[in-house]
């Protein structure tokens, strides 16, 4: 599949730019490397891109854990699912705001079951557009439970609750590795820092580095090395829960 920018990518692809500008006066002295650095914008831009995916989606997945708890409480006090979502859209919308991810997705829901589509169906929409697994555990729940016969309220709470507490198991080990996470990003920009203090501090130093044959060799060795490191600690640090 080829690569395609799109709108998502306008602030990504501007910090990339910036590095690279930043890589190539730092390395090379000149901003005539920049064009052969451009390569590097591509993986830069998948990676932030996996980076924005996986927090949206953990955000839908958080805020989806209050919608289905706030139905599971509607449906416990006699509500049918129609009218508990309708009244889980108005509790997020005091939570997360009317324009929220979770109120769009829970409006589309309520637009779908007037138009006479089955809940299962708009929950397993719902879930392929989010990707997110509880959502797509939850759409599969629901589906047997209504198709079966089951005690809807009774499932709803039960998964709901089975849920909540993932999501809040999963909060605890990400505030466990956020440390971590803080620990390698000041990793991956002490060389620059390094680089860039001797040479502010001690002007001249690295000439011999900078336009000739070896320098830039020896700079271009220096520079993938670093780049290696960067992003094998990218993908350290990235953990999918």
């Not at 709108?7 to 090379?28: C, E, H, I, N, W």
């Not at 932030?48 to 509607?74: C, H, N, P, W, Y």
């Not at 779908?112 to 939850?138: C, K, Q, T, V, Y």
Request: proline share 4%.
């Amino acid at each position: 599949m080829p690569f395609r920018l799109t709108k998502r990518d306008v602030k990504p692809l501007l910090t990339g730019l910036s590095v690279l500008v930043l890589l190539a006066l730092l390395f090379y002295d000149s901003l005539l490397a920049l064009p052969l650095l451009l390569p590097l914008l591509k993986p830069w831009l998948k990676q932030e891109r996996e980076r924005m995916e996986t927090d949206r989606a953990r955000q839908i997945g958080l805020r989806f854990k209050d919608a289905i708890l706030s139905i599971a409480a509607s449906q416990r006090a006699g509500y049918s699912v129609e009218n508990a979502v309708a009244e889980a859209g108005k509790d997020m919308a005091l939570l997360y705001g009317a324009d929220s991810d979770i109120c769009h997705e829970l409006g589309i829901i309520l637009q779908g079951l007037h138009h006479n589509r089955s809940m299962e169906e708009m929950l397993e929409r719902f879930a392929a557009r989010s990707g997110h697994p509880d959502i797509r555990e939850f759409a599969e729940v629901f589906r047997i439970a209504r198709r079966g016969g089951g005690n809807l309220p009774a499932v709803i709470a039960d998964t709901a609750t089975v849920i909540a507490d993932r999501v809040e198991c999963e909060r605890q080990i990400r505030v466990m590795i956020a440390g971590k996470r803080l620990e390698a990003r000041l990793m991956q920009f002490v060389p620059l820092f390094i680089i860039f203090y001797i040479g502010f501090t001690n002007p001249g130093f690295f000439d011999p580095l900078y336009h000739n044959l070896f320098g830039i060799a020896f700079m271009s060795v220096a520079l993938g090395v670093y780049l290696a490191a960067y992003f094998m600690m990218e993908r350290m640090v990235h953990i999918r829960l």
